[in-house]
């Protein structure tokens, strides 16, 4: 996939808006493959929503979602499924993690199925994020900010063209924050991939090619 782009997307929840000001809903905007974008939100915006569009999870918005020119409206549930493992990641706010699982058998669940990553690049990350020793725990059992660095470390262990990561640094301290822009990057350029950040505050302090208000 060489490209997303939103052809005057709106939820329609904002249709009856009229003052609605915003540099992504009902615009002609394109994420391209290889560049780093940076949606800045306030609370309310939409910025969920956008998540979810761009993931096939909802539908309910106005205008268009086109991957290679190609509407994901239209999309089957084995289009679907291949974008999924293949073209597109996603580090969801509410991270998705299974609380009864541990962090290892967390992020085990997503290579065994892709077998995209090595078991010592995973320790790698581990370590570098600084929760090597709660590698064993239950994820029910790891502060918000571990379950964060967890939650990274399985939503790169597939391949992807674009990687979409919402509020990824919201509990994590400015040193775990680096680290996690450091890996982020190093793993989107090894696949030559697009990145979607989106923030409601703190942010990913990265050279962002475009940084757009939600």
Not at 71 to 91: E, G, H, M, P, Y
Not at 198 to 204: E, F, L, R
């Amino acid at each position: 996939m060489e490209s997303i782009i939103l052809k005057h997307t709106l939820p329609k929840v904002f249709a009856q808006v009229a003052d609605l000001r915003s540099e992504v809903w009902n615009q002609e905007l394109a994420f391209e493959k290889g560049k780093t974008y940076l949606v800045e939100a306030n609370s309310g915006t939409g910025k969920s929503s956008l998540c979810s569009y761009i993931f096939g999870y909802r539908k309910d918005y106005e205008g268009q979602i086109l991957f290679d020119g190609d509407d994901i409206a239209k999309f089957s549930t084995r289009q679907w499924v291949r974008i999924r493992q293949t073209s597109l990641s996603l580090l969801w706010q509410e991270l998705r993690l299974f609380p009864e699982l541990t962090a290892i058998e967390n992020v085990a669940i997503k290579n065994k199925l892709t077998s995209h990553q090595s078991s010592q690049q995973i320790d790698e990350w581990f370590d570098m994020l600084g929760i090597a020793d709660r590698k064993h725990a239950k994820i029910g059992r790891m502060s918000f900010g571990q379950q964060q660095r967890v939650a990274l470390i399985r939503a790169l262990c597939q391949p992807f063209d674009f990687i979409f990561v919402d509020e990824p640094i919201s509990h994590l301290d400015d040193t775990n924050s680096r680290i996690v822009g450091d890996i982020l990057t190093h793993e989107a350029h090894r696949q030559g991939a697009g990145v979607i950040i989106t923030s409601i505050g703190k942010h990913i302090e990265l050279n962002y090619d475009k940084i757009l208000k939600l």
